[in-house]
């Protein structure tokens, strides 16, 4: 992660939900900043799921005066992309090599948004769900920015109470809380 200062710096948030954006989101207005949010998720099927999470999370943002740019939606793309990083991976459990792919296939597309709409900073909200690999997240970050002036932000959504504060606010707000990554290939489904 490069050094940058988070009161000067264009940030963009790539968001695979309202849930798990939560208390990323409240944090960071309430630090004073108003983070672009990228929703580029195309592992999720089917397409209504994809719309269902969509529309929980534009809601959400709304409520900080926040809007949400959606990214292409291509399964097919996602699809190639990760058989061809995860081989005989692809259908294992969470946290192996289909995750890392694709948390790269969705980031690398959040980086070159980034790149192309002059945001410096990209952080995910992929980092604060306790079901991810926070070291994959990161790898996978610190890939996507390369080649481009953007900025990994690797922070852990989970410390500082956010991951308690973010169990509340989905209680609270009553999100629809899904308990899938979203992919064909989740054990979660």
Same mark, same amino acid.
């Given at each position: ?26 944090? !960071? ?6 983070? /672009? ?19 929980? *999370? ?10 949400? =740019?959606? #990214? ?6 996602? *699809? ?11 259908? /294992? ?14 980031? !690398? ?13 990209? =952080? =995910? =909200? ?16 610190? *890939?996507?920015?390369?080649?481009? #002036? ?11 109470? *956010? ?18 990554? /979203? ?7």
């Amino acid at each position: 992660m490069g050094h940058f200062d988070l009161q000067k710096s264009r940030i963009l948030l790539h968001c695979c939900c309202a849930p798990c954006s939560t208390a990323i989101l409240e944090w !960071m207005v309430n630090e004073g900043l108003k983070p /672009g949010i990228f929703f580029s998720n195309a592992n999720i099927v089917p397409s209504e799921e994809y719309i269902k999470r969509r529309e929980e *999370l534009v809601k959400y943002a709304a409520s900080f005066g926040l809007e949400v =740019t959606d #990214d292409e939606y291509n399964h097919a793309a996602w *699809l190639e992309y990760v058989r061809s990083k995860a081989g005989a991976g692809l259908t /294992g459990p969470e946290r192996g090599p289909r995750c890392l792919a694709c948390f790269e296939f969705r980031l !690398m597309r959040a980086a070159k948004y980034a790149a192309d709409h002059g945001y410096n900073v990209l =952080t =995910t =909200t992929l980092a604060s769900s306790r079901w991810k690999d926070l070291s994959q997240v990161d790898a996978a970050g610190s *890939l996507a920015v390369k080649n481009t #002036d953007v900025i990994w932000w690797n922070k852990n959504w989970r410390k500082g109470g *956010l991951q308690e504060r973010r169990n509340f606010l989905i209680k609270s707000c009553a999100l629809y809380n899904q308990t899938w990554c /979203g992919c064909e290939f989740s054990s979660h489904h």
